[in-house]
DNA sequence: TTGAAAGCGGTACCAC
DNA sequence: GTGGTACCGCTTTCAA
């Protein structure tokens, strides 16, 4: 910057402001200024700039790079970001450098806002680093006082995509779900809504819930779908708690040598390959793509405009009707009457 | 920090060794810096670190999110890098943000390293920032001097999936592919070879070629297969350029009424759905994990090993056979004799 | 409007 | 081994 200043015959302090265009600059000046900027190839080190004012940066927090959901918030963010000025900076969380570390990390390297996803930090962890960065908390349901929460409402898509399979004749329907770490009243993980809202319907049926637990590691819903489909057939559909179980629920059907038409399925996020002919996986949407975009529009109301009360945006899910879901099939146990 | 070294009763720059660990202090002083810095809860910028030495970061430049062999690369990046003190940094690029703006974002912010995935960067603006930064290259085959070129022999592996093909007495085989900018002699994009690869093996046949090239966004693939495969009914099988768009011409098959008994089909890549039972896609490896992971070690052979000289690693690709990949089918035209 | 100078929070070299 | 101090490259008063 010195470099510039000199070529241009001006301070220091009058180049920043160029590159900032901040106030009080010469027509002349600035002209003199861009030109030895450009002849000199000049660009200025975001961390200097970090240290007195913004890094023009905002951090991601993404504890699985696999989950396609979350690509497509990844997507949404990084295209809302285009021609602001800042730059998305994706930190992945792997093994044990997940959750706590990684936001620390960002945060160490004064992002100027930050978006959360991991599902294993705690509320109170979370209030006291949104002291020092806007944060916005996707997924989980927090009653939080200093950073922004993003969900969807999980119990209503869980009734769509309940009422749709019952709808289609089915009654003994199960839930294949994973265990969610930090669940409590006032700080809800997304699949733990959607167990509860299952067991509601299900308690309004009438019939006894089955709920089937997996850890989420790759092969381990299809290993719990084959368990569960093998010893209990008079399930006669099966709701995931997101897409990718649900595919695994698929293969797990196909290798019994089943069927869709044997077992109806259904999920939850629509992901990009729910939708190939060859899968057409019935689900439920929460619009990622527009999660993303609505994460950074939040953080941008805090950085930009200075918000500090909590927003909790909440996007209203839709059904997505695919061919994994069919009527129940004839030879099964048949509908008990017209439920209430 | 200044408040650390005040509590701890000695100076800034001792306080400086003991978070960096360096050489020259004592285990009693040590003990209470350490106890300082836990009581204060105090965390280093990483800004400051940058401005005098290292950022303690790598960053990933990656051309499109919705890739999952490079969301596979990423993974395998990620991995490699736990428990080295080192944060990935995902930049995606994404509209007119994309290749050289992001890299030089991400220069911008003093990454010590960087993996560019970019296909539309030039050589000689890679070698300019090279001499900056160590920086790898990840699938392009460039006869690099500045920085090294992470690839898989990408001939290898189109010869792998025709020779497949050809032994299942396919003879009229098409390739999908997607136009690739920058295709120079010393700068070969992935695509370019396979595609001279398809072209050299189908030379050979004596068997006239047929190309159809697509523009790789999402329904580009879709649209040409349909074209194709309705237009000219003697192709028995499609090699396309890698998994997402043989996927899609599994879409076209389906919504065409047809099946991979009456045309096979095979990629590049081995994503994850392609191993799913309702797809099964045949398709050639290049071990897309271990890349990530190669990728880190190229640059950490520079970050902390102050090598120079650019190295050009290879890797082996496998054929992975799955059901979308038949005998040509009886009713079809007959493979014309033995080849070559 | 412009220039000079004081930091920001670290690192590294230097005497002690 | 330890503490003092001069930077790093930028932003931001504050005078001129």
Not at 109 to 116: C, P
Not at 253 to 282: E, K, N, Q
Not at 311 to 325: G, I, W
């Amino acid at each position: 910057m010195d470099d510039v200043a000199r070529a241009a015959g001006v301070s220091k302090g009058a180049v920043s402001k160029v590159v900032r265009n901040a106030y009080g600059v010469s027509d002349s000046m600035r002209e003199r200024v861009e030109k030895a900027i450009k002849d000199l190839g000049y660009r200025p080190r975001i961390a200097a700039q970090a240290m007195r004012g913004s890094s023009f940066s905002i951090g991601l927090e993404i504890p699985n790079l696999g989950n396609e959901f979350l690509t497509q918030v990844m997507q949404g963010a990084a295209a809302r970001l285009v021609g602001t000025g800042y730059q998305l900076l994706v930190a992945p969380g792997i093994g044990e450098m997940r959750g706590t570390p990684v936001l620390e990390n960002l945060a160490d390297r004064q992002v100027d806002g930050l978006i959360a996803i991991s599902p294993e930090v705690t509320p109170e962890w979370l209030e006291e680093l949104a002291l020092d960065v806007p944060i916005v908390l996707v997924g989980r349901h927090d009653e939080s006082v200093n950073y922004d929460t993003l969900t969807n409402d999980d119990a209503a898509g869980t009734r769509l995509a309940l009422g749709h399979l019952r709808s289609l004749g089915h009654v003994r329907i199960a839930h294949l779900t994973i265990r969610t770490p930090l669940d409590g009243p006032r700080s809800r993980p997304p699949h733990s809504v959607r167990l509860e809202a299952y067991e509601q319907v299900m308690a309004q049926t009438g019939v006894e819930p089955r709920v089937v637990f997996c850890d989420g590691a790759p092969g381990s819903a299809y290993a719990a779908a084959r368990e569960l489909l093998s010893r209990d057939p008079s399930i006669t559909a099966v709701f995931a708690g997101h897409d990718s179980l649900a595919i695994e629920v698929l293969s797990a059907l196909a290798t019994l040598g089943m069927s869709t038409r044997d077992v109806s399925v259904i999920g939850y996020d629509d992901i990009p390959i729910a939708s190939h002919p060859l899968v057409s996986l019935s689900t439920v949407t929460q619009f990622g793509e527009s999660v993303g975009r609505t994460a950074i529009s939040l953080l941008m109301e805090r950085i930009t405009q200075g918000r500090t009360h909590a927003r909790h945006y909440q996007v209203r899910p839709e059904l997505r009707v695919r061919s994994s879901t069919q009527p129940v099939s004839e030879h099964r146990d048949a509908p008990s009457g017209s439920a209430p």
